[in-house]
């Protein structure tokens, strides 16, 4: 059976599916990394959300309000993701301050039009990259200041204010939170062809078309994520994590 997808829609394709499942789970749980029944419960989680998400937004771009509504669904999404990570609902802020620039410098400047078809895809990539970016660099300034409590003791002792001594110990550590969107963009084209580059092809983009699309999408979350880790590491420093 011939398909126009890039993935062959064949009736083996459910097989290949629990095989990969089965085999991640099985590594995992051999590998002693306790996530066994993780991945299980995570791809089917995968299947049923996006079922349901395919069949929401088929309606949602039919309706200009509903658009706005759906993403703000995104966004209470992923601030409480992003909120179990970190152990604190203040991860609304870089998800937001992330978000919100990004997204507004696109829509002003005409990239990216406010139709629902264009707007949720690309707002979704950006709060999945805020998402991220927040949750990696919120562990990583929570476990420093944690385990290295001493040294802001030390610090503070010398006369450093409490938010500059933290600020001393977790930004290294949590700054490290931006090197995959800086490895993404790096590497884009030499390594991986993303997801958008791809996506455009299959719909009948030009390669040149597909690469400027894929080069926006790679600048925004690189922006966004840059916004989002500041913030975070300023959290911290002001007290404001706690350690999950």
């Given at each position: 059976?011939?398909?126009s ?35 299980v ?28 509504g ?29 978000s919100?620039?990004?997204?507004g ?128 590491i300023e ?10």
């Open positions: 059976m011939e398909s997808s890039l993935i062959a829609l064949t009736p083996a394709l459910p097989l290949a599916l629990v095989l990969l499942v089965a085999g991640g789970a099985g590594v995992a749980a051999a590998g002693g990394l306790g996530y066994g029944w993780a991945v419960r995570a791809c089917l989680r995968g299947v049923l959300q996006l079922g349901v998400v395919s069949l929401i937004i088929a309606w949602v771009v039919a309706n200009g309000l509903a658009v706005a759906f993403i703000l669904v995104m966004y209470a999404f992923a601030t409480h993701t992003a909120a179990k990570r970190i152990g604190t609902y203040w991860a609304a802020l870089p998800v937001a301050a992330g919100a620039p990004v997204l410098v696109l829509t002003a400047t005409g990239a990216v039009t406010l139709d629902g078809m264009v707007i949720i895809p690309v707002t979704g990539i950006v709060f999945g990259g805020c998402l991220i970016a927040t949750s990696l660099a919120g562990r990583r300034a929570a476990d420093e200041l944690t385990t290295r409590h001493g040294e802001v003791e030390a610090a503070m002792s010398l006369g450093f204010t409490p938010r500059d001594a933290r600020l001393e110990i977790c930004r290294p550590a949590a700054a490290q939170a931006l090197v995959p969107a800086l490895d993404q963009t790096r590497t884009v084209g030499l390594v991986t062809l993303p997801g958008a580059f791809v996506g455009m092809l299959i719909g009948g983009a030009t390669p040149v078309e597909a690469g400027i699309v894929q080069l926006v999408v790679l600048v925004a979350l690189l922006s966004a994520e840059a916004f989002a880790v500041v913030l975070t959290l911290a420093a002001r007290g404001r994590l706690i350690r999950p």
